[in-house]
């Protein structure tokens, strides 16, 4: 029942029309989009039987509404399809931005503020501070471009000495200078928080007797100014402001309004509503000028068809082609006396510089409304947005939330297209009082009597500024095809569906955590990749034919890591020890140089060298053709000689034809050396005679792969001559046997 603020989005019908109405709403024109904002929708649903469902009043201030001038429409149809919400926070209104009730829009080319207004009744949400603003910013306009600027809400502050808290005010935006203005209005009495339709504590029962005023000319830095007006200007509620293009910067006019509003007061007594009824009338026979280059303030009388005394009426202004009129167009509003009086629905013009009062439209009852807005949305186009016809009841708006209104013909439109418009043309019924013609030409161009005539003057200069026009709008079916499209041309975003939306920092919160998965996934692959390179190059640990130990070795002799070393196993019974090398590869194994070949040099040692043992040596039986290579048997009465270990550890496979047979040993090596490899120097013969070792010529170990690279014979020949331990003196041998240290010295 309440408001303008938020309209369409909320209008529920089965049918394509719903009945509804909006009251005490702020509206602004941005290039060519009509912004609305604040108080409360109240719809009654209809059914396509023809009844209506019941009165549905919601109070929620997240959202506001966006009517954009290339959408063309009728008046039959559902507003909820017209109109475009744009959510002012996440969920349900807040203290950040709260539905205000009757507060004004501050407007430029770029940006909006939303200042004063009611606080609905309600204690679940902290009010705001008395000096915080809301602002939406649609358009850059710093001087400089800043990239990193984007179009949304902005929060600002109010200067010291300033309250948001004052409400029905009567506001004007003058885009072309980059102002704003709220003339007078009602506060609280210590100008504290005001509510709307509630306690009495909160009402705001004070008229503001201030002119607040805003200079948008930077964004972001805003100038805000709060002047007191002058005894000859009285304050009152809900009055109309409206810039008229003359002198240095224009002029503002004040019409209409009332004081000690019915709205304001709980049990008003009979004294204050006659005290409106003997004042208010005068405020349309009597109208306040203020001239915005020198700050000063006019009051002239009026003269004609003057209107009774309306408050919450809507109006906008039509110059003449040659700017010999300016006409003032005034529709609805109501007496402001008693809750239940009925709103207008006439129209009456206030021209300029002749003050004369023309009724130009005389409309009925049903139709009428208040705490409505306007705004001129063509040259000849006066578009109605929202408002009730009287408080106390159920009945909607006749006709819907949005009217246009043709200010050349004085008749109602059934529809509005971007692409149908004029230029204005005085209506006949004016130029029959200021004479002239409908391009201009008007004779009378004062009134009977000036009250002062610094206003003759002023009227009677030319304004020095420039209003940009923004029209014509393309339709918005002809946008898409049209090449020759305005460049400013307004991108609203898509109707926001009710019940809070999804919160904003979902997205980057979401995009944060879904690049960290792909980063994750990306290096997991790339790990997994190299491990499986890795395996394939060097085959699984589980095949027991790499060691680390190899690896170190492998890479301290030079040898590539590619080649495998000979796989051995040992297996155990109660007397002896043996052990199998199976080949890596069904390759013919490279021969093995024998001793005293190619030196290959290994860190020093510092530990002491242990020698083989030279006598009790256990012969070891075997056969040729088992794949078993015996290792040495030691006694229990030899001590001091550790039992030999498989010189490469690994699991049992057996090796393809083992010819040489070599006992087992232990040397202490340095922690960088080789594992002990056997020699190829000294073997035991199969027979088990203790004969003495001789070295032989044609290389006993040809038939064993090489334990380190079966490619590389120079390798596998130092490898032995290194690792080989002396041989002994061996009973039954004459011949002297040459020791080498494990430094590589030669000793005798």
């Known amino acids: 029942m309440d408001s303008c603020g938020e309209a369409g989005s909320r209008i529920k019908s089965i049918r394509p029309f719903a009945h509804g109405k909006r009251l005490e709403c702020e509206a602004a024109i941005i290039r060519d989009t009509l912004y609305i904002d604040g108080g409360s929708l109240g719809t009654i649903p209809g059914f396509a039987n023809g009844s209506s469902g019941a009165l549905d009043i919601p109070d929620d201030g997240s959202l506001m509404y966006a009517l954009n001038f290339t959408q063309p429409f009728n008046m039959s149809q559902n507003a909820s399809q017209i109109l475009q919400s744009i959510p002012k926070t996440q969920g349900a209104a807040n203290n950040i931005a709260p539905n205000y009730y009757d507060g004004m829009m501050f407007a430029n080319d770029a940006e909006f503020y939303l200042y004063g207004g009611l606080l609905r009744d309600t204690d679940s949400l902290q009010p705001p501070r008395s000096d915080d603003v809301m602002g939406y910013e649609k358009f850059q306009n710093f001087g400089a471009v800043r990239p990193s600027w ?383 390179k890795y395996l394939k190059t060097y085959g699984s640990s589980e095949d027991g034919t790499h060691s680390n130990r190899h690896r170190i070795m492998s890479w301290m002799q030079g040898t590539p890591p590619v080649a495998k070393a000979a796989t051995v196993s040992t297996t155990e019974d109660t007397m002896d020890r043996t052990t199998a090398v199976t080949s890596p590869t069904s390759e013919k194994p490279p021969e093995v140089v024998e001793a005293g070949g190619k030196e290959v040099h290994e860190m020093p040692d510092t530990s002491a060298a242990t020698e083989l043992p030279t006598r009790s040596m256990s012969q070891v039986k075997h056969s040729p053709s088992s794949g078993l290579r015996p290792r040495a048997f030691h006694p229990p009465s030899t001590t001091g000689t550790p039992r030999p270990d498989s010189p490469i550890s690994g699991v049992n496979t057996p090796i393809t034809s083992p010819t040489a047979f070599i006992p087992g040993h232990r040397r202490n090596l340095s922690s960088m050396g080789s594992s002990g490899l056997p020699s190829p120097e000294s073997v035991v013969t199969p027979d088990g005679d203790d004969e003495a070792v001789q070295r032989e010529k044609g290389n006993p170990m040809e038939a064993l792969g090489s334990p380190v690279s079966p490619s590389d014979n120079d390798r596998v020949h130092s490898l032995g001559d290194r690792l080989s331990p002396p041989p002994a003196n061996v009973q039954g041998s004459g011949e002297k046997v040459r020791r080498q240290s494990s430094f590589g010295e030669i000793l005798e």
Not at 468 to 496: E, Q
Not at 513 to 519: A, I, P, R, T
Request: glycine share 10%.
């Open 150 to 532: 984007q179009v949304g809400f902005y929060e600002g502050v109010l200067p010291p000495g300033m309250t948001r808290y004052v409400t029905a005010g009567a506001g004007v935006n003058v885009p072309s200078e980059n102002l704003g203005f709220y003339f007078s209005g009602m506060r609280r009495n210590d100008s504290g928080e005001i509510r709307a339709h509630g306690r009495p504590t909160y009402n705001a029962t004070t008229t503001s007797s201030t002119l607040v005023s805003i200079d948008m000319s930077t964004m972001r830095a805003e100038k805000w100014y709060n002047t007191s007006l002058p005894t000859s200007v009285a304050g009152r509620a809900n009055a109309e402001l409206v810039w008229v293009p003359v002198a240095g910067r224009g002029l503002l006019v004040a019409i209409g309004g009332v004081i000690n509003p019915e709205w304001a007061f709980v049990g008003r007594a009979d004294a204050q509503k006659l005290q409106s009824q003997n004042i208010s009338p005068g405020f349309m026979k009597n109208v306040s000028i203020y001239d915005i280059e020198h700050q000063k303030w006019y009051t002239q009388q009026t003269s004609g068809d003057t209107p009774p005394q309306l408050t919450q009426a809507c109006s906008v202004i039509a110059s003449a082609k040659d700017g010999s009129s300016h006409n003032i167009y005034l529709y609805g509003g109501y007496d402001g006396l008693e809750s239940d009086s009925k709103a207008s629905d006439d129209v009456y013009i206030l021209s300029l510089p002749s003050f004369t009062w023309i009724k130009a439209y005389t409309g009925n009852a049903a139709h009428g409304r208040r705490a409505h807005r306007c705004a001129k949305v063509y040259p000849d186009q006066m578009m109605v947005v929202g408002g009730i016809p009287q408080l106390d009841t159920y009945d909607c708006l006749d006709g819907g939330l949005l009217q246009v209104f043709n200010l050349n013909t004085l008749k109602w439109q059934n529809n509005y297209s971007p692409e149908i418009w004029s230029e204005y043309r005085v209506p006949d019924i004016v130029t029959a009082k200021i004479h002239g013609n409908a391009d201009g030409g008007a004779t009378t161009v004062q009134p009977t009597t000036w009250s002062d005539n610094d206003l003759s003057t002023l009227f009677g200069a030319k304004y020095n500024g420039q209003v940009k026009k923004h029209y014509p709008y393309p339709s918005v079916n002809a946008t898409a095809t049209s090449p020759n499209s305005p460049r400013n041309t307004t991108v609203l975003p898509t109707p926001v569906p009710q019940g809070g939306g999804t919160p904003k920092w979902i997205g980057p919160v979401l995009g944060v955590v879904l690049g960290l998965v792909f980063l994750t996934a990306v290096v997991a692959f790339i790990l997994f990749w190299r491990r499986r």
